[in-house]
């Protein structure tokens, strides 16, 4: 109930594309869902993130699709760049468990110049 | 953003010796900081959390007494990692979260070790 699924587990996009990473979930005390982008050898960055309130945010070409009754959540990434490439992470936490971030497993994405 | 700092980068170590890895928060104050081990193209693994002036609570299957984690402050957590064996090689990253109870994570750019 913990899990957090992630699919696809790599990604390989044209530049000028749209790479779409889905997310899915169990347990319904999560309420907070970020995204994380992480180069090789890099620690992970902060990319955007959504509460269960809303169901899409945007900043820049990053997009965030929340469907709460499906329990699943997705990264669109408009115009993608080769700088893109990237592995990214979706990831969710709930109150009192001092936070702590249940990881997804990782999406491997590629952008072809 | 926020700005988390590790220390070192990258260390290389003979087979029984300890490491000290430093995390610092650095213009912010973490109430809650976080260790992880990063396996290659693999997800994040939760260590162990650690809250400024408390003993750190370690996720099963992590030995605590392996892996010392002190948060003195609130914008300085370490991880010591003791008689260092070469499967404790891996890549260790921290992360803190922001003082006030907001939920972002701030990640450090992570310490790869490595035990020969």
């Known amino acids: 109930q913990q899990q957090v699924k992630q699919s696809p587990q790599s990604l390989i996009v044209q530049k000028g594309g749209i790479s779409i990473i889905n997310c899915a979930y169990e347990n319904t005390a999560f309420d907070y869902f970020p995204w994380y982008q992480q180069f090789p050898g890099k620690g992970p960055a902060l990319l955007i993130a959504i509460r269960p309130d809303v169901s899409e945010k945007k900043e820049g070409r990053f997009t965030i699709s929340f469907n709460k009754s499906a329990k699943q959540f997705s990264l669109h990434i408009m115009d993608s760049q080769p700088g893109d490439s990237a592995t990214y992470f979706c990831?969710?936490?709930?109150?009192?468990?001092?936070?702590?971030?249940?990881f997804g497993s990782g999406t491997q994405l590629t952008v072809l110049p | 953003g926020a700005v988390v700092s590790q220390h070192p980068s990258r260390v290389i170590c003979k087979s029984g010796t300890s490491v000290k890895i430093e995390c610092r928060s650095l213009d912010f104050q973490a109430t809650t900081m976080f260790w992880y081990r990063q396996f290659p193209k693999k997800s994040l693994m939760l260590m162990a959390t650690?809250?400024?002036?408390?003993?750190?609570?370690?996720e099963q299957g992590v030995e605590k007494d392996k892996f010392l984690i002190n948060h003195a402050s609130l914008t300085l957590s370490t991880l010591t990692v003791t008689s260092a064996h070469p499967e404790d090689s891996s890549f260790y990253i921290c992360?803190?979260?922001?003082?006030?109870?907001?939920?972002?994570?701030?990640f450090g750019p992570g310490t790869r070790l490595t035990v020969l």
């Open positions: 990831a969710a936490s709930m109150k009192g468990s001092a936070r702590q971030l249940t």
């Open positions: 992360s803190a979260r922001t003082h006030g109870g907001t939920d972002t994570q701030y």
């Open positions: 650690s809250n400024e002036g408390s003993k750190a609570t370690y």
